[in-house]
């Protein structure tokens, strides 16, 4: 029946119970090629611990880290879903979390930023929720939840370069963040970068680079020549896992742009860790 709101409460929390358990299939194999290619030995044994790690995860069905995030949420909304049945999907999602946190369980990371009060994982604008229209879809509706830890997040970083650094100025910022991380955000990474916009859109861009799959390139050839290229400056640092040292110190790095300002080239970069999660679903209502 139109207008019947089929997703449920348990669907947002076996989504979260997906991305937090098991890594997709792209980023285990990405793992385990690593593991492979690795040949600085303390980064090799750490490769290896990540990939037994997580297949305790998956059995034991538990958290394949103590750090479980904040809940990150993308929506895809289809052309005939009215504002309505969208402020619902919210309070669904809203409901799924806080079932979640104490089903899976997800650790109460959010709290208040000046008291420091914790709060759970709902309120003060948590979950953070990015909705994103698309034409493609009529009466459907895509989520991906991306629960994104703190050692990661934290180096995430913003530059607004002038537009005469031009691409040489992209490249050693981008080289310049993650040289300086060294093993804070939990290598090996996985590098989003988002070019151009304004200085909020950058970084909004760098993070929805993160949702795509290892290996898939942007569908500029320029601009997929430009990840490619950085992942490997970003390997020849010889950070390796868990900042060891090694051949592998990312398994990928994604690119987004937007048209931006004559006068301003923003660029921003947001990195995930290994425990590369997320967990997407498409619901027809």
Same mark, same amino acid.
């Given at each position: 029946?139109?207008?019947?709101?089929? #997703?449920?409460? !348990?669907?947002?929390?076996?989504?979260?119970?997906?991305?937090?358990?098991?890594?997709?299939?792209?980023?285990?194999?990405?793992?385990?090629?690593?593991?492979?290619?690795?040949?600085?030995?303390?980064?090799?044994?750490?490769?290896?611990?990540?990939?037994?790690?997580?297949?305790?995860?998956?059995?034991?069905?538990?958290?394949?880290?103590?750090?479980?995030?904040?809940?990150?949420?993308?929506?895809?909304?289809?052309?005939?879903?009215?504002?309505?049945?969208?402020?619902?999907?919210?309070?669904?999602?809203?409901?799924?979390?806080?079932?979640?946190?104490?089903?899976?369980?997800?650790?109460?990371?959010?709290?208040?930023?000046?008291?420091?009060?914790? =709060?759970?994982?709902?309120?003060?604008?948590?979950?953070?929720?990015? *909705?994103?229209?698309?034409?493609?879809?009529?009466?459907?509706?895509?989520?991906? *939840?991306?629960?994104?830890?703190?050692?990661?997040?934290?180096?995430?970083?913003?530059?607004?370069?002038?537009?005469?650094?031009?691409?040489?100025?992209?490249?050693?910022?981008?080289?310049?963040?993650?040289? !300086?991380?060294?093993?804070?955000?939990?290598?090996?990474?996985?590098?989003?970068?988002?070019?151009? %916009?304004?200085?909020?859109?950058?970084?909004?861009?760098?993070?929805?680079?993160?949702?795509?799959?290892? %290996?898939?390139?942007?569908? !500029?050839?320029? =601009?997929?020549?430009?990840?490619?290229?950085?992942?490997?400056?970003?390997?020849?640092? %010889?950070?390796?896992?868990?900042?060891?040292?090694?051949? #592998?110190?990312?398994? !990928?790095?994604?690119?987004? =742009?937007?048209?931006?300002?004559?006068?301003?080239?923003?660029?921003?970069?947001?990195?995930?860790?290994?425990?590369?999660?997320?967990?997407?679903?498409?619901?027809?209502?």
């Amino acid at each position: 029946m139109k207008g019947e709101i089929i #997703i449920t409460v !348990d669907d947002i929390v076996e989504l979260f119970r997906e991305a937090v358990i098991y890594l997709p299939k792209d980023v285990k194999k990405s793992l385990n090629e690593a593991y492979e290619k690795e040949e600085g030995k303390l980064s090799k044994e750490t490769l290896k611990a990540i990939i037994e790690n997580n297949k305790i995860a998956e059995s034991d069905c538990v958290p394949l880290c103590q750090d479980t995030g904040v809940p990150i949420v993308f929506l895809k909304v289809g052309r005939n879903i009215n504002t309505n049945e969208l402020f619902k999907i919210f309070e669904i999602i809203k409901e799924g979390v806080k079932k979640a946190t104490d089903e899976i369980p997800l650790r109460p990371n959010v709290v208040h930023p000046i008291t420091r009060e914790n =709060i759970g994982n709902v309120g003060l604008s948590s979950p953070f929720i990015n *909705v994103d229209f698309d034409k493609n879809l009529d009466r459907e509706i895509e989520i991906t *939840v991306f629960p994104k830890g703190a050692g990661s997040e934290n180096i995430s970083s913003l530059k607004m370069l002038k537009p005469s650094d031009g691409l040489e100025g992209i490249k050693k910022f981008v080289l310049n963040v993650v040289g !300086d991380a060294l093993g804070k955000p939990c290598p090996p990474i996985v590098v989003g970068i988002g070019i151009g %916009g304004t200085s909020d859109l950058a970084l909004k861009l760098a993070k929805k680079a993160l949702l795509r799959n290892i %290996g898939e390139r942007h569908k !500029d050839k320029e =601009i997929a020549n430009l990840e490619i290229e950085l992942l490997n400056k970003i390997n020849e640092l %010889g950070i390796g896992a868990m900042g060891l040292g090694g051949k #592998i110190t990312a398994l !990928d790095v994604f690119i987004e =742009i937007a048209g931006c300002h004559t006068a301003s080239l923003p660029v921003g970069v947001c990195i995930n860790c290994w425990a590369h999660r997320k967990a997407k679903r498409r619901f027809k209502l």
